[in-house]
Protein backbone atom coordinates (compact mmCIF):
# COMPACT_ATOMS: atom_id res chain seq x y z
CA UNK A 1 0.00 0.00 0.00
CA UNK A 2 2.91 2.30 1.13
CA UNK A 3 4.32 1.68 -1.83
CA UNK A 4 1.13 2.62 -4.41
CA UNK A 5 0.79 5.53 -2.52
CA UNK A 6 4.87 6.63 -2.98
CA UNK A 7 3.74 5.88 -6.81
CA UNK A 8 1.07 7.52 -6.90
CA UNK A 9 2.43 10.78 -5.21
CA UNK A 10 5.49 10.56 -7.99
CA UNK A 11 3.15 10.20 -10.89
CA UNK A 12 0.61 13.86 -9.37
CA UNK A 13 4.14 15.29 -8.92
CA UNK A 14 5.60 14.90 -12.29
CA UNK A 15 1.96 15.54 -14.03
CA UNK A 16 1.92 18.27 -11.45
CA UNK A 17 5.83 19.57 -12.66
CA UNK A 18 4.91 19.70 -16.55
CA UNK A 19 1.28 20.87 -16.37
CA UNK A 20 2.56 24.22 -14.52
CA UNK A 21 5.72 24.28 -16.43
CA UNK A 22 4.97 26.56 -19.74
CA UNK A 23 5.70 24.60 -22.71
CA UNK A 24 8.35 25.18 -25.40
CA UNK A 25 7.86 24.51 -29.10
CA UNK A 26 8.28 20.44 -30.25
CA UNK A 27 9.66 18.98 -32.92
CA UNK A 28 10.50 15.42 -34.08
CA UNK A 29 12.18 15.98 -37.28
CA UNK A 30 13.90 19.84 -37.70
CA UNK A 31 13.67 22.34 -35.63
CA UNK A 32 14.57 26.77 -36.56
CA UNK A 33 14.66 29.34 -33.65
CA UNK A 34 15.87 32.70 -35.04
CA UNK A 35 14.80 36.51 -34.11
CA UNK A 36 12.50 36.90 -37.01
CA UNK A 37 9.21 35.26 -38.51
CA UNK A 38 10.60 35.44 -41.83
CA UNK A 39 13.73 33.79 -41.41
CA UNK A 40 12.11 31.07 -38.93
CA UNK A 41 9.67 30.33 -42.11
CA UNK A 42 12.42 29.74 -44.67
CA UNK A 43 14.62 27.89 -42.27
CA UNK A 44 11.89 25.58 -41.82
CA UNK A 45 11.09 25.51 -45.56
CA UNK A 46 14.85 24.74 -46.67
CA UNK A 47 14.64 21.63 -43.83
CA UNK A 48 11.35 20.30 -45.23
CA UNK A 49 13.06 20.03 -49.06
CA UNK A 50 15.95 18.12 -47.69
CA UNK A 51 18.74 20.81 -46.48
CA UNK A 52 20.40 20.24 -43.37
CA UNK A 53 20.96 22.40 -40.66
CA UNK A 54 23.50 24.33 -42.42
CA UNK A 55 21.75 24.73 -45.97
CA UNK A 56 19.01 26.16 -43.15
CA UNK A 57 21.72 28.30 -42.03
CA UNK A 58 22.78 29.95 -45.09
CA UNK A 59 19.51 30.52 -46.45
CA UNK A 60 18.29 32.12 -42.55
CA UNK A 61 21.43 34.58 -42.60
CA UNK A 62 20.97 35.88 -46.00
CA UNK A 63 17.15 36.08 -45.28
CA UNK A 64 17.70 37.81 -41.92
CA UNK A 65 19.95 40.71 -43.74
CA UNK A 66 16.72 41.51 -45.47
CA UNK A 67 13.56 40.85 -43.53
CA UNK A 68 16.02 42.34 -39.92
CA UNK A 69 18.09 44.71 -40.68
CA UNK A 70 18.78 45.78 -37.35
CA UNK A 71 21.41 42.92 -36.76
CA UNK A 72 20.92 40.40 -40.05
CA UNK A 73 23.64 41.42 -42.68
CA UNK A 74 26.13 40.97 -45.00
CA UNK A 75 28.33 44.05 -44.12
CA UNK A 76 28.67 42.43 -40.85
CA UNK A 77 30.18 39.39 -39.56
CA UNK A 78 29.77 36.39 -36.95
CA UNK A 79 30.64 33.13 -35.70
CA UNK A 80 29.39 29.72 -36.12
CA UNK A 81 29.18 26.33 -34.34
CA UNK A 82 28.30 23.58 -36.12
CA UNK A 83 28.22 19.97 -34.81
CA UNK A 84 28.00 16.99 -37.51
CA UNK A 85 25.28 14.02 -36.55
CA UNK A 86 28.15 12.15 -35.76
CA UNK A 87 29.44 14.52 -33.34
CA UNK A 88 32.48 15.98 -35.13
CA UNK A 89 32.42 20.21 -33.91
CA UNK A 90 33.98 22.50 -35.43
CA UNK A 91 33.39 26.56 -35.49
CA UNK A 92 33.96 29.16 -38.35
CA UNK A 93 35.21 32.64 -37.38
CA UNK A 94 33.81 34.97 -40.07
CA UNK A 95 34.24 38.27 -37.64
CA UNK A 96 35.47 41.34 -39.40
CA UNK A 97 38.83 42.65 -39.66
CA UNK A 98 40.19 45.94 -39.11
CA UNK A 99 41.02 47.54 -42.43
CA UNK A 100 44.87 48.17 -43.93
CA UNK A 101 44.49 51.64 -42.78
CA UNK A 102 42.97 51.43 -38.76
CA UNK A 103 46.10 51.54 -36.31
CA UNK A 104 46.38 52.00 -33.05
CA UNK A 105 45.28 55.23 -32.58
CA UNK A 106 43.07 55.86 -35.53
CA UNK A 107 40.05 57.19 -33.33
CA UNK A 108 42.46 59.80 -31.54
CA UNK A 109 42.50 63.24 -32.46
CA UNK A 110 45.86 65.21 -32.51
CA UNK A 111 45.81 65.89 -28.39
CA UNK A 112 45.23 62.13 -28.41
CA UNK A 113 41.61 62.82 -27.55
CA UNK A 114 38.92 59.82 -28.84
CA UNK A 115 36.93 61.24 -31.94
CA UNK A 116 33.39 61.31 -30.67
CA UNK A 117 31.26 58.44 -32.29
CA UNK A 118 34.25 58.15 -35.12
CA UNK A 119 34.04 54.26 -34.46
CA UNK A 120 30.74 53.87 -34.10
CA UNK A 121 28.79 55.91 -37.04
CA UNK A 122 29.68 55.97 -40.70
CA UNK A 123 32.15 54.76 -43.09
CA UNK A 124 34.99 54.82 -40.43
CA UNK A 125 33.51 52.81 -37.90
CA UNK A 126 32.88 49.40 -40.24
CA UNK A 127 35.23 46.59 -40.52
CA UNK A 128 35.87 44.71 -43.38
CA UNK A 129 32.92 42.19 -43.40
CA UNK A 130 33.12 38.54 -43.46
CA UNK A 131 29.36 37.33 -43.65
CA UNK A 132 29.31 36.46 -47.25
CA UNK A 133 32.61 34.51 -47.22
CA UNK A 134 31.33 32.95 -44.01
CA UNK A 135 28.26 31.49 -45.12
CA UNK A 136 29.94 30.46 -47.97
CA UNK A 137 32.45 28.24 -46.23
CA UNK A 138 29.98 27.03 -44.22
CA UNK A 139 28.20 25.70 -47.61
CA UNK A 140 30.92 24.47 -49.48
CA UNK A 141 31.55 22.43 -46.29
CA UNK A 142 28.74 21.09 -45.55
CA UNK A 143 25.98 22.11 -47.56
CA UNK A 144 23.47 20.08 -49.53
CA UNK A 145 21.17 22.18 -51.76
CA UNK A 146 22.10 24.71 -54.35
CA UNK A 147 23.82 27.50 -52.98
CA UNK A 148 20.78 29.56 -55.39
CA UNK A 149 18.54 27.88 -53.57
CA UNK A 150 19.35 29.30 -50.51
CA UNK A 151 19.63 32.68 -51.27
CA UNK A 152 16.23 32.70 -53.31
CA UNK A 153 14.14 33.24 -50.54
CA UNK A 154 15.91 36.23 -49.68
CA UNK A 155 16.50 37.86 -53.15
CA UNK A 156 12.10 37.35 -53.38
CA UNK A 157 11.51 38.68 -50.19
CA UNK A 158 14.08 41.74 -51.24
CA UNK A 159 12.15 42.45 -54.64
CA UNK A 160 8.41 41.79 -53.38
CA UNK A 161 9.23 43.76 -49.91
CA UNK A 162 8.47 43.01 -45.97
CA UNK A 163 5.89 43.82 -43.75
CA UNK A 164 7.02 45.89 -40.94
CA UNK A 165 5.65 44.95 -37.55
CA UNK A 166 5.18 47.25 -35.29
CA UNK A 167 8.28 46.19 -32.98
CA UNK A 168 10.40 46.97 -36.62
CA UNK A 169 8.91 50.10 -37.49
CA UNK A 170 9.38 51.63 -33.87
CA UNK A 171 13.09 50.18 -34.23
CA UNK A 172 14.47 51.17 -37.49
CA UNK A 173 12.24 54.86 -36.23
CA UNK A 174 14.37 55.54 -33.23
CA UNK A 175 17.31 55.57 -35.33
CA UNK A 176 15.78 57.80 -38.11
CA UNK A 177 18.39 60.68 -37.06
CA UNK A 178 21.08 59.22 -37.82
CA UNK A 179 19.17 57.39 -41.58
CA UNK A 180 18.89 60.80 -42.43
CA UNK A 181 22.96 61.65 -42.31
CA UNK A 182 23.60 58.93 -45.22
CA UNK A 183 21.54 59.80 -48.55
CA UNK A 184 21.98 56.11 -49.47
CA UNK A 185 20.56 55.27 -46.03
CA UNK A 186 17.67 57.73 -46.26
CA UNK A 187 16.77 56.15 -49.43
CA UNK A 188 16.10 52.96 -47.72
CA UNK A 189 15.32 52.76 -44.34
CA UNK A 190 13.27 56.12 -44.44
CA UNK A 191 9.93 56.88 -45.94
CA UNK A 192 11.20 59.20 -48.09
CA UNK A 193 12.88 60.97 -44.73
CA UNK A 194 10.20 60.46 -42.56
CA UNK A 195 9.19 57.95 -40.17
CA UNK A 196 7.58 54.08 -41.49
CA UNK A 197 4.01 53.16 -40.19
CA UNK A 198 3.25 49.66 -38.92
CA UNK A 199 2.63 47.52 -41.63
CA UNK A 200 3.89 49.25 -44.21
CA UNK A 201 5.76 47.56 -46.88
CA UNK A 202 9.54 47.89 -47.10
CA UNK A 203 11.42 46.89 -50.84
CA UNK A 204 15.00 46.38 -51.07
CA UNK A 205 15.76 46.51 -54.49
CA UNK A 206 19.37 47.05 -54.63
CA UNK A 207 20.07 44.55 -52.16
CA UNK A 208 18.23 42.29 -54.26
CA UNK A 209 20.52 42.84 -56.98
CA UNK A 210 23.76 42.54 -54.47
CA UNK A 211 22.27 39.06 -53.56
CA UNK A 212 21.29 37.82 -57.53
CA UNK A 213 25.19 38.56 -57.90
CA UNK A 214 26.08 36.66 -54.91
CA UNK A 215 24.08 33.89 -55.28
CA UNK A 216 25.42 33.88 -59.14
CA UNK A 217 29.11 34.32 -58.28
CA UNK A 218 29.69 33.12 -54.17
CA UNK A 219 32.00 35.33 -52.52
CA UNK A 220 33.80 36.89 -55.38
CA UNK A 221 31.48 39.23 -56.16
CA UNK A 222 31.15 40.52 -52.46
CA UNK A 223 35.34 40.54 -52.35
CA UNK A 224 36.63 41.03 -55.50
CA UNK A 225 33.54 42.08 -57.97
CA UNK A 226 30.62 44.21 -58.59
CA UNK A 227 29.90 44.49 -54.83
CA UNK A 228 33.39 45.04 -53.71
CA UNK A 229 33.83 48.07 -56.10
CA UNK A 230 30.54 49.35 -55.04
CA UNK A 231 31.91 49.19 -51.43
CA UNK A 232 35.38 50.59 -52.10
CA UNK A 233 33.97 53.38 -54.02
CA UNK A 234 31.90 54.25 -51.57
CA UNK A 235 34.29 54.33 -48.71
CA UNK A 236 36.51 57.04 -50.92
CA UNK A 237 34.11 58.76 -51.23
CA UNK A 238 33.23 59.08 -47.50
CA UNK A 239 36.92 59.08 -46.38
CA UNK A 240 36.12 55.50 -45.06
CA UNK A 241 39.36 53.27 -45.11
CA UNK A 242 37.99 49.92 -46.42
CA UNK A 243 39.81 49.35 -49.99
CA UNK A 244 39.37 46.46 -52.72
CA UNK A 245 42.90 45.16 -51.43
CA UNK A 246 40.88 44.51 -47.68
CA UNK A 247 38.44 42.77 -49.39
CA UNK A 248 40.38 41.04 -51.46
CA UNK A 249 42.14 40.04 -48.78
CA UNK A 250 39.81 38.84 -46.36
CA UNK A 251 39.13 35.42 -45.27
CA UNK A 252 37.09 33.48 -42.71
CA UNK A 253 38.83 30.79 -40.31
CA UNK A 254 38.13 27.12 -39.11
CA UNK A 255 38.93 26.96 -35.42
CA UNK A 256 38.57 24.01 -33.26
CA UNK A 257 35.87 24.98 -30.47
CA UNK A 258 36.61 25.44 -26.88
CA UNK A 259 35.56 22.37 -25.00
CA UNK A 260 34.92 21.63 -21.90
CA UNK A 261 32.84 19.53 -19.79
CA UNK A 262 29.90 20.66 -16.67
CA UNK A 263 28.85 18.03 -14.53
CA UNK A 264 29.46 15.45 -17.18
CA UNK A 265 27.74 17.43 -20.12
CA UNK A 266 30.46 18.44 -22.96
CA UNK A 267 30.18 21.87 -24.18
CA UNK A 268 31.48 23.33 -27.51
CA UNK A 269 31.67 27.05 -27.70
CA UNK A 270 33.09 30.20 -29.85
CA UNK A 271 37.08 30.25 -29.34
CA UNK A 272 39.27 33.84 -29.66
CA UNK A 273 38.51 35.57 -31.23
CA UNK A 274 35.44 35.83 -29.45
CA UNK A 275 35.61 35.36 -25.65
CA UNK A 276 32.39 33.99 -25.43
CA UNK A 277 33.65 29.81 -24.84
CA UNK A 278 36.68 31.07 -22.21
CA UNK A 279 34.65 32.60 -20.31
CA UNK A 280 32.09 30.75 -20.31
CA UNK A 281 34.18 28.08 -19.29
CA UNK A 282 35.56 29.65 -16.60
CA UNK A 283 32.60 30.72 -15.06
CA UNK A 284 31.22 26.97 -14.91
CA UNK A 285 34.21 25.38 -13.84
CA UNK A 286 34.14 27.93 -10.68
CA UNK A 287 30.83 27.10 -10.02
CA UNK A 288 30.49 23.57 -10.70
CA UNK A 289 32.40 22.55 -7.36
CA UNK A 290 28.90 23.81 -5.53
CA UNK A 291 25.93 21.82 -5.89
CA UNK A 292 23.61 24.67 -7.70
CA UNK A 293 21.08 22.04 -7.79
CA UNK A 294 20.74 22.35 -3.87
CA UNK A 295 19.75 26.28 -4.37
CA UNK A 296 16.50 27.46 -5.34
CA UNK A 297 17.29 28.96 -8.92
CA UNK A 298 18.25 32.73 -8.89
CA UNK A 299 18.21 32.41 -4.73
CA UNK A 300 20.71 35.06 -3.81
CA UNK A 301 23.08 32.74 -2.51
CA UNK A 302 23.71 30.96 -5.44
CA UNK A 303 23.45 34.40 -7.30
CA UNK A 304 26.61 35.80 -5.40
CA UNK A 305 28.54 32.52 -6.40
CA UNK A 306 27.56 33.26 -10.02
CA UNK A 307 28.41 37.04 -9.73
CA UNK A 308 31.56 36.15 -8.01
CA UNK A 309 32.83 34.13 -10.88
CA UNK A 310 31.41 36.14 -13.25
CA UNK A 311 33.57 39.35 -11.76
CA UNK A 312 36.41 37.19 -11.76
CA UNK A 313 36.17 35.73 -15.81
CA UNK A 314 35.38 39.19 -16.80
CA UNK A 315 38.23 41.15 -15.95
CA UNK A 316 40.05 38.07 -17.23
CA UNK A 317 38.32 38.83 -20.44
CA UNK A 318 39.52 42.40 -20.33
CA UNK A 319 42.92 42.02 -19.42
CA UNK A 320 43.87 39.18 -21.45
CA UNK A 321 41.78 38.38 -24.65
CA UNK A 322 42.00 39.82 -27.84
CA UNK A 323 43.06 38.22 -31.59
CA UNK A 324 45.31 35.40 -30.71
CA UNK A 325 47.11 36.47 -34.52
CA UNK A 326 48.05 38.98 -32.73
CA UNK A 327 48.11 38.33 -28.62
CA UNK A 328 49.02 35.20 -27.06
CA UNK A 329 46.32 35.01 -24.65
CA UNK A 330 46.71 31.79 -22.05
CA UNK A 331 43.42 30.24 -23.14
CA UNK A 332 44.68 26.39 -21.31
CA UNK A 333 44.99 28.04 -18.09
CA UNK A 334 42.02 30.18 -18.18
CA UNK A 335 39.51 27.34 -18.59
CA UNK A 336 41.30 24.72 -16.66
CA UNK A 337 39.83 23.29 -13.64
CA UNK A 338 42.49 23.88 -11.50
CA UNK A 339 42.48 27.85 -12.35
CA UNK A 340 38.49 27.59 -11.14
CA UNK A 341 39.75 26.04 -7.95
CA UNK A 342 41.73 28.82 -7.43
CA UNK A 343 39.20 31.03 -7.87
CA UNK A 344 36.65 29.58 -5.82
CA UNK A 345 39.35 30.10 -2.89
CA UNK A 346 38.94 34.04 -3.45
CA UNK A 347 35.25 33.66 -2.80
CA UNK A 348 33.72 34.69 -0.02
CA UNK A 349 30.13 33.43 0.58
CA UNK A 350 29.30 36.20 2.90
CA UNK A 351 30.72 39.44 1.47
CA UNK A 352 30.94 40.63 -2.68
CA UNK A 353 34.53 41.81 -3.57
CA UNK A 354 34.94 44.86 -4.93
CA UNK A 355 35.85 44.64 -8.73
CA UNK A 356 39.35 46.64 -8.49
CA UNK A 357 40.40 44.10 -5.59
CA UNK A 358 39.70 41.25 -8.19
CA UNK A 359 42.21 42.35 -10.96
CA UNK A 360 45.16 45.64 -10.96
CA UNK A 361 44.42 46.12 -14.53
CA UNK A 362 41.20 48.17 -16.19
CA UNK A 363 39.94 46.99 -19.16
CA UNK A 364 37.49 47.98 -21.88
CA UNK A 365 34.38 46.12 -22.98
CA UNK A 366 32.07 47.90 -24.63
CA UNK A 367 29.34 46.75 -26.62
CA UNK A 368 25.74 47.62 -27.82
CA UNK A 369 22.57 45.64 -27.95
CA UNK A 370 22.20 44.30 -31.40
CA UNK A 371 22.78 41.34 -33.01
CA UNK A 372 21.17 37.89 -33.49
CA UNK A 373 21.30 34.31 -32.84
CA UNK A 374 19.85 31.42 -34.66
CA UNK A 375 19.69 27.79 -33.43
CA UNK A 376 19.05 25.19 -36.08
CA UNK A 377 19.03 21.26 -36.18
CA UNK A 378 17.61 18.94 -38.73
CA UNK A 379 16.53 15.52 -39.05
CA UNK A 380 20.07 13.89 -39.10
CA UNK A 381 20.96 15.58 -36.06
CA UNK A 382 23.18 17.91 -37.33
CA UNK A 383 23.55 21.15 -35.60
CA UNK A 384 24.25 24.84 -36.56
CA UNK A 385 24.52 27.79 -33.20
CA UNK A 386 25.11 31.38 -35.12
CA UNK A 387 25.65 35.02 -34.01
CA UNK A 388 26.54 37.25 -36.00
CA UNK A 389 25.80 40.91 -35.89
CA UNK A 390 26.70 44.71 -37.78
CA UNK A 391 27.29 44.96 -33.30
CA UNK A 392 25.13 48.37 -32.97
CA UNK A 393 21.46 48.09 -34.20
CA UNK A 394 22.04 48.61 -37.74
CA UNK A 395 25.25 48.93 -37.36
CA UNK A 396 27.19 52.33 -38.91
CA UNK A 397 23.88 53.63 -40.28
CA UNK A 398 25.72 53.47 -43.14
CA UNK A 399 24.32 51.52 -46.43
CA UNK A 400 26.88 50.86 -49.07
CA UNK A 401 25.56 52.93 -52.34
CA UNK A 402 24.18 50.52 -55.39
CA UNK A 403 24.38 47.75 -53.44
CA UNK A 404 21.46 48.37 -50.82
CA UNK A 405 23.04 47.03 -47.11
CA UNK A 406 24.33 48.51 -44.23
CA UNK A 407 28.10 48.30 -42.92
CA UNK A 408 29.04 47.42 -39.54
CA UNK A 409 30.38 49.48 -36.74
CA UNK A 410 31.74 46.61 -35.35
CA UNK A 411 35.92 48.58 -34.83
CA UNK A 412 33.90 49.70 -31.72
CA UNK A 413 34.95 46.00 -30.28
CA UNK A 414 38.41 47.44 -30.48
CA UNK A 415 40.44 49.30 -26.95
CA UNK A 416 40.22 52.33 -29.08
CA UNK A 417 42.45 54.38 -26.48
CA UNK A 418 43.88 51.65 -23.97
CA UNK A 419 43.10 53.29 -20.19
CA UNK A 420 40.38 55.90 -21.45
CA UNK A 421 36.87 55.20 -20.02
CA UNK A 422 34.66 55.36 -23.22
CA UNK A 423 30.79 56.37 -22.65
CA UNK A 424 29.85 53.34 -20.41
CA UNK A 425 32.47 54.67 -18.01
CA UNK A 426 35.32 51.45 -19.13
CA UNK A 427 38.73 51.52 -19.70
CA UNK A 428 40.58 49.57 -22.35
CA UNK A 429 43.42 47.44 -22.81
CA UNK A 430 46.40 46.63 -25.10
CA UNK A 431 45.50 43.06 -26.55
CA UNK A 432 42.47 44.10 -27.89
CA UNK A 433 44.13 47.38 -29.45
CA UNK A 434 43.47 48.40 -32.96
CA UNK A 435 45.73 46.48 -36.02
CA UNK A 436 45.68 46.15 -39.43
CA UNK A 437 44.02 43.13 -40.52
CA UNK A 438 43.48 42.38 -36.91
CA UNK A 439 39.57 40.60 -35.75
CA UNK A 440 38.06 43.00 -32.78
CA UNK A 441 37.48 41.04 -29.51
CA UNK A 442 33.84 39.35 -29.37
CA UNK A 443 31.22 38.26 -26.84
CA UNK A 444 29.25 36.39 -28.92
CA UNK A 445 28.66 32.54 -27.71
CA UNK A 446 27.24 29.97 -30.40
CA UNK A 447 26.93 26.90 -27.82
CA UNK A 448 26.41 23.47 -28.71
CA UNK A 449 25.90 20.69 -25.55
CA UNK A 450 26.70 16.78 -25.84
CA UNK A 451 25.32 14.39 -23.56
CA UNK A 452 26.66 10.81 -23.70
CA UNK A 453 27.78 11.74 -27.23
CA UNK A 454 24.39 12.78 -28.22
CA UNK A 455 23.15 15.95 -29.17
CA UNK A 456 21.55 17.60 -25.98
CA UNK A 457 20.97 21.62 -26.63
CA UNK A 458 22.23 24.34 -29.11
CA UNK A 459 21.81 27.97 -27.99
CA UNK A 460 22.99 31.25 -27.96
CA UNK A 461 22.11 35.07 -27.91
CA UNK A 462 22.41 39.04 -28.90
CA UNK A 463 23.17 41.25 -25.88
CA UNK A 464 26.66 42.58 -26.44
CA UNK A 465 28.82 41.37 -23.08
CA UNK A 466 25.27 40.10 -21.43
CA UNK A 467 25.77 37.53 -23.99
CA UNK A 468 28.13 35.11 -22.03
CA UNK A 469 26.04 35.18 -18.57
CA UNK A 470 22.84 34.54 -20.46
CA UNK A 471 24.06 31.75 -22.23
CA UNK A 472 26.00 30.62 -19.38
CA UNK A 473 22.58 30.90 -16.96
CA UNK A 474 20.09 29.14 -19.48
CA UNK A 475 22.89 26.04 -19.74
CA UNK A 476 22.76 25.90 -16.19
CA UNK A 477 18.50 26.48 -16.08
CA UNK A 478 18.79 22.96 -17.80
CA UNK A 479 21.58 20.74 -16.47
CA UNK A 480 21.00 22.14 -12.66
CA UNK A 481 17.27 22.85 -12.57
CA UNK A 482 15.80 20.36 -15.10
CA UNK A 483 13.99 23.46 -16.50
CA UNK A 484 12.60 22.96 -20.14
CA UNK A 485 14.29 24.86 -22.67
CA UNK A 486 11.10 27.58 -22.65
CA UNK A 487 11.24 27.89 -18.78
CA UNK A 488 14.83 27.92 -18.69
CA UNK A 489 14.93 30.83 -20.74
CA UNK A 490 12.58 32.78 -19.63
CA UNK A 491 13.72 32.40 -16.16
CA UNK A 492 15.06 36.35 -14.94
CA UNK A 493 18.27 36.63 -15.53
CA UNK A 494 21.46 38.91 -13.97
CA UNK A 495 25.02 40.01 -14.96
CA UNK A 496 28.01 41.29 -13.32
CA UNK A 497 31.29 42.26 -16.23
CA UNK A 498 33.78 43.11 -13.57
CA UNK A 499 33.60 47.00 -14.52
CA UNK A 500 31.22 48.03 -13.56
CA UNK A 501 31.29 47.22 -10.27
CA UNK A 502 27.18 46.66 -10.76
CA UNK A 503 24.84 43.36 -11.13
CA UNK A 504 22.21 44.26 -13.74
CA UNK A 505 19.11 42.78 -12.51
CA UNK A 506 16.42 42.16 -15.05
CA UNK A 507 13.21 44.05 -13.73
CA UNK A 508 10.95 42.49 -13.08
CA UNK A 509 12.15 39.22 -12.14
CA UNK A 510 13.68 39.45 -8.52
CA UNK A 511 11.80 39.21 -4.63
CA UNK A 512 12.68 42.51 -3.05
CA UNK A 513 14.17 39.66 -0.47
CA UNK A 514 16.57 38.77 -2.50
CA UNK A 515 17.83 42.13 -4.02
CA UNK A 516 18.14 43.36 -0.18
CA UNK A 517 20.02 39.73 0.88
CA UNK A 518 22.23 40.41 -2.22
CA UNK A 519 22.69 44.42 -0.70
CA UNK A 520 23.40 42.99 2.28
CA UNK A 521 26.38 41.03 1.16
CA UNK A 522 27.80 44.14 -0.29
CA UNK A 523 26.61 43.83 -4.30
CA UNK A 524 25.49 47.27 -6.32
CA UNK A 525 22.43 46.62 -7.75
CA UNK A 526 21.53 48.26 -11.04
CA UNK A 527 18.00 47.75 -12.86
CA UNK A 528 18.12 46.82 -16.20
CA UNK A 529 14.96 45.82 -18.69
CA UNK A 530 16.15 42.47 -20.80
CA UNK A 531 19.30 40.80 -20.67
CA UNK A 532 19.75 39.11 -24.02
CA UNK A 533 17.79 37.54 -26.16
CA UNK A 534 18.56 33.59 -26.49
CA UNK A 535 17.60 31.27 -29.18
CA UNK A 536 17.68 27.59 -28.04
CA UNK A 537 16.91 24.10 -28.96
CA UNK A 538 17.07 21.13 -26.48
CA UNK A 539 16.94 17.30 -27.13
CA UNK A 540 15.14 15.36 -24.58
CA UNK A 541 12.98 12.17 -24.91
CA UNK A 542 13.11 12.12 -28.35
CA UNK A 543 11.90 15.13 -29.04
CA UNK A 544 13.36 18.50 -30.01
CA UNK A 545 12.58 21.56 -27.75
CA UNK A 546 12.78 25.07 -29.09
CA UNK A 547 11.66 28.78 -27.60
CA UNK A 548 12.43 31.63 -28.80
CA UNK A 549 13.38 34.52 -26.31
CA UNK A 550 9.85 36.36 -25.41
CA UNK A 551 12.24 39.56 -24.77
CA UNK A 552 12.45 40.08 -28.36
CA UNK A 553 9.92 39.18 -31.14
CA UNK A 554 11.30 35.49 -33.17
CA UNK A 555 9.62 32.52 -33.38
CA UNK A 556 10.74 28.80 -32.73
CA UNK A 557 9.14 26.46 -35.28
CA UNK A 558 9.46 22.34 -35.50
CA UNK A 559 8.34 19.83 -37.34
O1 LIG B 1 30.96 40.88 -30.95
C1 LIG B 1 30.43 41.37 -29.97
O2 LIG B 1 30.59 40.94 -28.85
C2 LIG B 1 29.47 42.52 -30.17
N1 LIG B 1 29.75 43.19 -31.40
C3 LIG B 1 28.08 41.98 -30.12
C4 LIG B 1 27.07 43.08 -30.17
C5 LIG B 1 25.75 42.61 -29.75
O3 LIG B 1 25.54 41.52 -29.29
C6 LIG B 1 24.68 43.56 -29.82
N2 LIG B 1 23.45 42.92 -29.47
N3 LIG B 1 22.44 42.71 -29.23
Keep these: MNKLRAIWLLLTFTIGLYATEFQPVYGSHGMVVTEDPYATEVGLEILKKGGNAIDAAVAVGFTLAVAFPTAGNIGGGGF???????????TLDYRETAPAQATENCYLDANGQVIENASILGYKAAGVPGTVAGLEAAHKKYGKLPWKTLLAPAIKLAEEGIILSRHKTKSLNSHLDDFLKFPSTKKIFTKNGAPFEPFDRLKQPELAQTLRRIAKQGSRDFYHGETARLIAR??????????????????????????????????YSMPLPSSGGIVMAEILNTLEAFDLSAFKANSSDAMHLWIEAERQAYADRAVFM????????PVEKLISKSYAAFIRGQIDMFHARKSEDVAANEAWMKESFETTHFSIVDQWGNAVSNTYTLNSGYGSKAVVEGAGFLLNNEMDDFSIKPGVPNQYGLVGSYANKVEPGKRMLSSMTPTIVSHNDSLFMVVGAPGGSRIITAVTQVIS????????????????????????????LEEPGFTDDTIYRLQAKGHHIRYVKGLASVQGILLKNGLMQGWSDPRRAGVAKGY
Design 234 to 267: DMERNNGWITLKDLKKYQPVWRAPVHFTYRGYDL
Design 477 to 504: AVIDHRYNMRTAIEKPRFHHQWKPDVVF
Design 322 to 329: GDPAFVDV
Design 80 to 90: MVIREHDGKVK
